[in-house]
């Protein structure tokens, strides 16, 4: 099975513009979990998408949004970008389950480094 | 609201030297998860443990849950070069969806 997907890799963008990451998950999995890495603040929890719904979200304001479209490939949206936007962007699936709490292990992607000017 | 804290935060040991981790959480956790990280790479999950005192081995790791189900622990073994980099514990609340990960521990094996 081909693992998790991000596109695109690496970006550069300057304050104020916007930007969009997508990530393809595992064939066959359902949810997908957004996740923010920086060296200062760890990873921290930005939402999470199963059956195009978003289940959970973190505490990031709402420039940061978020889909997933029902073959459950899913992006993620930062608008009015800031300096300190700047970071790994972790997107990461797992198999999920409908209504109950998931116990399933999160398959990460590469990423998509971030990088704000 | 839920916070994971891990110490320490930074280890260095020699080759063979043994290794250990800890997770601690604010609120009682439904399950905990541990990933490992490579320099330049991605989270990579190790294992879950699920039930209060828990203790699950993976060769030279050795996994346990707290009693409380509040707190972790991971224990290497005669450390190697392969085992460099950063560990994370993530713990979910009991009845939420959320993964929470720690602040995670950066080891350093010097050969």
């Known amino acids: 099975k081909a693992g998790v997907t991000q596109t695109p890799r690496y970006l550069i963008k300057t304050r104020g513009q916007q930007v969009t990451l997508s990530c393809s998950p595992i064939?066959?999995?359902?949810?997908v979990s957004w996740y923010q890495q920086t060296p200062g603040q760890g990873l921290q929890f930005l939402f999470e998408y199963f059956s195009e719904t978003q289940r959970n979200k973190g505490n990031f304001p709402g420039r940061f949004s978020g889909r997933q479209f029902s073959n459950s490939r899913s992006e993620m949206n930062v608008s009015t970008l800031e300096l300190g936007d700047s970071a790994l962007y972790l997107c990461?699936?797992?198999?999920?389950?409908?209504?109950?709490?998931?116990?399933?292990?999160?398959?990460f992607g590469p990423g998509t480094r971030l990088t704000v000017l | 609201g839920q916070q994971v804290m891990q110490i320490p935060q930074y280890q260095h040991v020699q080759e063979g030297e043994d290794f250990t981790t800890y997770c601690n959480s604010s609120?009682?956790?439904?399950?905990i998860q541990w990933y490992k990280q490579r320099p330049g790479g991605h989270p990579v999950f190790l294992i879950q443990?699920?039930?209060?005192?828990e203790v699950k081995k993976q060769k030279r790791l050795t996994f346990q849950f707290g009693e409380a189900k509040k707190n972790s622990s991971l224990h290497i073994t005669a450390t190697q070069t392969t085992d460099v980099g950063t560990y994370f514990c993530a713990g979910r609340e009991t009845g939420a969806n959320n993964l929470f990960f720690g602040t995670g521990t950066r080891l350093t094996v010097i050969p």
């Open positions: 609120t009682t956790l439904s399950n």
């Open positions: 990461a699936s797992s198999p999920g389950t409908s209504g109950a709490v998931s116990y399933n292990e999160q398959f």
């Open positions: 064939s066959g999995h359902r949810s």
């Open positions: 443990l699920v039930k209060s005192g």
